[in-house]
């Protein structure tokens, strides 16, 4: 077992290693199906883990295996471990399984573009960290990881190097998440000091031992990390520019994996979010902060990417929420559907954006249902399924945590209330693009722009994917059926038992308020951009601030990097400049002076010299006598 | 190993320095025979590898006695941290003469000599077992550099030149107090004999010397200069190598020597070492320069090193060697491509940099993975080194781990401002198509650089855990390296 | 005792007293054979007076390189005569840097 998931692990980072290397040695197209083979492979390789770790009892499903002590120094150890369980197993499995499905699209998305092979590395490279990270077995291996997606993250987001705003966003996704390293890194100091290990075991072991301030400020250390990585206000504002890279890219990172990663960490780590329950409790109430301030924002994007971008925030502040109210089994399956249908969104949306040309922009589309309907269908099954609709994967995962919430006391019940709120906010912006998309007449730019059809919306690389996703998102919320099916649940709870158990009239209620807001949006939509007789309503000031995104850009140039700027510049004016040239220019300066006073006794008189030693003498000879 | 071994890695790339200078070589052959030296010292160093035994203390030991009148002795031999500072120097001096033989330099036999006359210093340098020994390699390895940046170097040579020589010498002259006051009051001047001294005095006055060779805040002020306008290959030196000589010197002298007054004077220190990391990075974030970011990220990452130093405990020691070793080859493997890059463009100013990862995929490569890591991406050799640093200086009190975090934020801002400024974005003004990709010898000289740095992301323990005498590096340093 | 002392530093003043005010090289020359033989008489006197013979060595030797001193200097003199320079220590100037 820990060969296959070593084998899981190492076959992305062999591709990557393969493609980089090969260089212009291999054809652009081979490079596709290099990296595709790999993710597939460790796609097959955490099946085999799975199928291997189904045949064991439930209480002996934690594997950790160790390759090499990565980094030591004297009580510090950090082995190059893994921990493989129910609960890295899962993620194995959705990172590799969506992994590979996104990376076959890529390469009839990819195809012709500039440097291919350097897209496909790059997606290999992404693969191996997210499975290093859900695979680690250490803190210090995870924050490797994390710190490595980013990484990917950054080079995929950029990979339009000469697009400065690709550039800038990409920058921008990197500091920000760098951000969250450090505080992660923080925290793993302060727990190595108070427990000496790092591996995940050994702290859960330790962690009841510990203060209340100690377990707090390592469990907010290690909330920073994940709500930079998952865009989680107040560190959310580089993912809608991250959708400057390309699209399937999008997809992967910056919906179906990456950006859950920090719901696998407030999951993986639950026994010190328990010991602190108010940073728990504080991830819970960011989530529900995050899904309510995207969902509005997301109404007012123009951008189709950033409209999905918004709407992802939004869902992994409801998997904060219940990862936040320790209902985990239920947010690492809200994360699952997500990446289904999420990614399915974004793949529509990529053939979208493929048929015109590379348009983004939501005004410039319109009526297209007639040329792409399958994409369509795909895309309306995406937004259902986002949307929450019965039967739809979402419906299920999303209503769960809301009903865990109904169950979660007060705090919960005022995080229900802003869930539902939320559910109605997702099925209004998501079926506002809908809407804009694919009825009401074609805009000038579709007409001119859009390619002949006829023979397919799509290479079968992209097509078959998005096909595969579809389905997925249809069927994927099945596998756990609120009071009745729990398999996934069951499947977790070794790792992690949730604290909230829902009632069966609680599932209920929840589900027939949730679907019933759900479709009201989706009618309101339908009202305001198909038929036309709801007029969105003025209010200048509201518009304005949801345009600005309610301001953060602004207020973080204006606290953090104007400030850095304008330090930097006034430490080179004001210490560096004095201190370099200031201290030669004064050495040189002082030695000139004295030797010009000196010279004046030089006057080349022998006279002068003369008298000089003798009234030396004269002084001498009266002193010796005087003191003697 | 052998004593011969560590007298053999000293004294070859010497004698063959005097032998270039006083024999009349044919011109073209001064670079070819440097080049072979310095990769025979590369070989040497990796056979002694296996031989070296890494629980055990000084090793390769070999002694002469050279005054006795003064109880100074020809006295040298390594430690386990120390080899791994003899394989850094080796390593990079090996590629920096490479790459001066491949790029043609004038006066090929006073050039090259004087390049193996600087390994050799800093070999022995790094070897040294006795004060005297150690200040006459101290002194040998700074007279080179004077004539290397004042004669090859750029149009601000001689500003460059000036200012180098008046800092250097006036720690030195503090350095040569410090060590006949200590020499005198222990009756010998060899570190493994004396005992520990007790006067602050002669402690500060070590590690203002070595602070202004490292250099660290404030002392920095020959820093920008120098390696603006050095040959990019003496800069790498300057910034991977000699720089190492003054931490090595914190280490190896100060903090062992003075463990009382490197205690009173810890907070202070890391206060300087603190001010100087997060100052070195906001500099480096304006320099409008490749050569500035890279000379600025190297003070910064000097004040990391020295947090990890005085942070006083096995993980700071070990990560402070590690973080060495890593950063040395780093910054080599940055200036050389500093290098390749001014060669091509003839400048180094980013306003006429820009684009050039189009159709040059070997160098952004290169140039993105050397970046990538000097940013200490998680998971890379640089984390590596300065996790375990800042996880020891935490042991001191939080604040400067926190200081150390947002410095690697800042790390990354301008790591990469640079990457994308000569890479990416819109082609430059000085950028043509006559910019060529790393060509194939660039390649052989820096790939294995690369190549070292990324096998030590995957393997960083091979340092950490092998830089003091059985693991135990509190206890090393207690014991005095004994 | 005291006589000779007096008249040792009464010879030393008067000869720097000569070095100080002429500016003749000759006379420069001639003022300092005298306050060496100021000197030889203060020697010779406290070696008298000590009964030891290190003080008439020494002015011995002193006499010696009076003696040098003079060649050379008058040499010098002689020589700067013949090329009809003036012999004024103040102008001669022309090693000043």
């Known amino acids: 077992m820990s060969a296959a998931a070593w084998v899981c692990l190492l076959s992305p980072l062999a591709a990557a290693l393969a493609i980089t290397l090969a260089g212009n040695g291999i054809s652009r197209r081979a490079a596709g199906y290099l990296a595709t083979f790999s993710t597939f492979v460790s796609f097959v390789a955490s099946c085999v883990v799975f199928f291997a770790m189904l045949g064991e009892h439930a209480e002996e499903r934690v594997h950790v295996t160790t390759l090499w002590a990565w980094l030591k120094a004297g009580d510090f150890h950090a082995g190059l471990t893994l921990q493989i369980d129910p609960l890295s197993v899962f993620m194995m499995l959705v990172v590799s399984g969506v992994g590979s499905l996104i990376v076959g699209y890529s390469i009839g998305y990819m195809d012709g573009a500039d440097e291919e092979r350097r897209y496909f590395a790059y997606m290999a490279i992404f693969v191996f960290s997210m499975l290093l990270l859900v695979q680690s077995g250490n803190l210090v291996l995870l924050l490797s990881g994390w710190g490595l997606v980013g990484l990917a993250s950054y080079l995929l987001i950029g990979f339009d190097q000469h697009r400065p705003a690709a550039i800038a966003a990409a920058k921008k996704a990197f500091i920000m998440n760098a951000l969250g390293d450090a505080t992660m890194a923080l925290a793993i100091f302060l727990l190595f000091w108070r427990t000496g290990v790092v591996d995940y075991l050994g702290v859960f072991d330790q962690v009841d031992g510990l203060s209340q301030t100690v377990v707090t400020l390592a469990a907010l250390g290690l909330l920073g990390g994940a709500v930079a990585k998952s865009a989680q206000i107040p560190l959310q504002t580089w993912l809608p520019d991250a959708m400057e890279g390309p699209t399937p890219v999008s997809a992967l990172i910056h919906a179906a994996t990456m950006v859950v990663a920090g719901v696998y960490l407030l999951v993986r780590l639950h026994p010190v979010y328990e010991a602190a329950v108010h940073v728990q409790q504080l991830a819970a109430g960011l989530g529900a902060l995050t899904l309510l301030v995207a969902g509005l924002i997301a109404l007012v994007q123009t951008d189709i990417k950033r409209v999905i971008a918004y709407s992802t925030m939004s869902q992994i502040g409801y998997m904060f929420l219940g990862a936040g109210i320790a209902a985990y089994g239920n947010a690492m399956f809200h994360l699952m559907t997500h990446a289904f249908f999420k990614a399915l969104l974004f793949l529509a949306a990529g053939i979208v954006i493929h048929a015109l040309a590379g348009e983004q922009d939501m005004r410039n589309m319109g009526g297209l249902r007639d040329a792409l309907p399958r994409t369509y269908y795909a895309m309306l099954i995406g937004g259902l399924a986002l949307a929450g609709i019965f039967p739809l994967s979402g419906f299920w995962s999303k209503d769960s945590i809301l009903a865990s919430a109904l169950a979660a006391g007060t705090y919960g019940r005022t995080l229900f209330v802003v869930g539902l709120i939320g559910a109605f906010l997702t099925g209004l912006y998501t079926f506002r693009m809908l809407f804009i998309v694919f009825y009401g007449e074609r805009s000038a730019y579709a007409r001119e722009h859009l390619h002949d059809t006829s023979h397919g919306e799509g290479p079968f690389s992209m097509t078959s994917t998005v096909a595969a996703l579809a389905f997925l998102s249809v069927v994927g919320g099945w596998i756990q059926l609120a009071g009745i099916w729990h398999p996934l649940s069951d499947w977790l709870h070794v790792v992690a038992p949730p604290k909230v158990e829902p009632s069966a009239l609680q599932d209920w209620v929840t589900s027939v308020i949730a679907v019933s807001l759900g479709l009201g949006g989706i009618w309101l939509a339908w009202l305001i951009y198909v038929k036309r007789t709801v007029a969105v309503p003025r209010v200048a000031w509201a518009q304005r601030t949801l345009e600005h995104k309610f301001y953060f850009d602004e207020l973080y140039d204006l606290a953090f990097n104007r400030p850095a700027v304008w330090i930097s510049r006034t430490l080179y004016r004001g210490v560096e400049r004095p201190l370099v040239s200031g201290s030669i220019a004064a050495t040189a300066t002082s030695v000139r002076e004295v030797g010009r006073t000196t010279t004046v006794i030089q006057s080349g008189y022998l006279r002068s010299y003369a008298l000089a030693l003798m009234t030396g003498l004269a002084v001498l000879a009266v002193l010796f006598v005087a003191f003697r | 190993m052998s004593g011969w071994v560590t007298t053999a890695l000293i004294f070859l790339p010497l004698a063959t320095a005097l032998l270039l200078w006083a024999l009349p070589w044919p011109r073209l052959w001064a670079g070819s025979v440097a080049t072979l030296v310095a990769l025979v010292e590369v070989g040497l160093w990796i056979a002694s590898l296996p031989r070296f035994d890494f629980d055990a203390g000084l090793q390769g030991e070999q002694r002469q006695s050279w005054f006795s009148d003064l109880n100074a002795s020809y006295h040298v031999g390594f430690f386990g941290f120390s080899v791994w500072l003899a394989g850094l120097t080796v390593v990079a001096s090996a590629a920096a003469i490479a790459y001066a033989w491949w790029a043609g330099r004038d006066r090929p036999r006073a050039y090259f000599g004087l390049m193996l006359f600087l390994e050799g210093a800093v070999v022995g340098l790094f070897a040294a077992q006795d004060l005297i020994l150690f200040y006459a390699f101290f002194e040998a390895m700074l007279i080179p550099l004077y004539v290397l940046i004042g004669v090859w170097g750029g149009p601000g040579r001689m500003r460059a030149t000036l200012t180098f020589v008046i800092y250097t010498m006036a720690g030195s002259l503090l350095m040569l107090a410090a060590i006949i006051v200590f020499g005198l009051h222990e009756n010998t001047f060899d570190l493994i004999d004396s005992g520990t001294g007790d006067s602050a005095w002669v402690f500060l006055g070590f590690v203002i010397a070595f602070a202004v060779k490292a250099p660290l805040f404030p002392f920095h002020g020959w820093l920008p200069d120098a390696y603006r306008e050095a040959p990019p290959e003496v800069s790498a030196l300057l910034s991977g190598v000699i720089s190492k000589a003054g931490a090595y010197g914190l280490l190896r002298i100060a903090i062992t020597k003075f463990p009382e007054s490197a205690d009173d004077f810890r907070v202070p220190l890391l206060v300087l070492a603190a001010v100087g990391l997060v100052y070195g990075s906001l500099l480096a974030f304006q320099a409008p320069d490749v050569r500035g970011v890279i000379a600025y990220s190297s003070l910064a990452q000097l004040g990391l090193i020295t947090l990890g130093l005085f942070a006083g405990n096995d993980q700071g020691y070990d990560g402070a060697v590690l973080q060495m070793a890593v950063h040395g080859l780093l910054s080599t493997t940055l200036f050389l491509l500093a290098g390749g890059i001014e060669r091509r463009t003839s400048t180094g100013e980013f306003a006429l940099l820009g684009g050039m990862a189009r159709g040059r995929p070997a160098l952004a490569t290169l140039l993105m993975t050397t970046g990538i890591v000097a940013l200490a991406v998680p998971g890379s050799a640089a984390f590596a080194g300065e996790f375990l640093i800042l996880l020891g200086v935490f042991d001191q009190g939080w604040v400067w781990a926190a200081i150390g975090a947002g410095a690697i934020v800042l790390a990354a801002m301008y790591m990469l401002r640079l990457i994308s400024a000569v890479l990416h974005q819109e082609r430059g003004p000085a950028v043509t198509d006559a910019a060529l990709d790393l060509r194939p010898a660039e390649l052989g000289i820096l790939v294995p650089l690369v190549a070292c740095v990324l096998a030590l992301s995957a393997w960083p323990a091979a340092i950490s855990e092998r830089a003091f005498a059985g693991d135990d590096a509190t206890g090393a340093v207690e014991a005095q390296f004994r | ?97």
């Open chain 3, 1 to 97: 005792m005291t006589w000779y002392v007096v008249i040792a530093a009464l010879l030393f003043t008067i000869g720097a007293l000569g070095v100080l005010i002429r500016r003749s090289p000759l006379i420069i020359l001639l003022s300092l054979e005298i306050m060496l033989n100021g000197s030889n008489l203060a020697l010779i006197a406290f070696a008298r007076h000590q009964g030891d013979a290190t003080g008439q060595v020494f002015a011995l030797a002193v006499m010696a390189v009076a003696a040098a001193e003079v060649v050379v200097g008058l040499g010098l003199i002689v020589a700067m005569a013949r090329r009809h320079l003036e012999l004024d220590v103040d102008r001669m100037t022309s090693l000043r840097g």
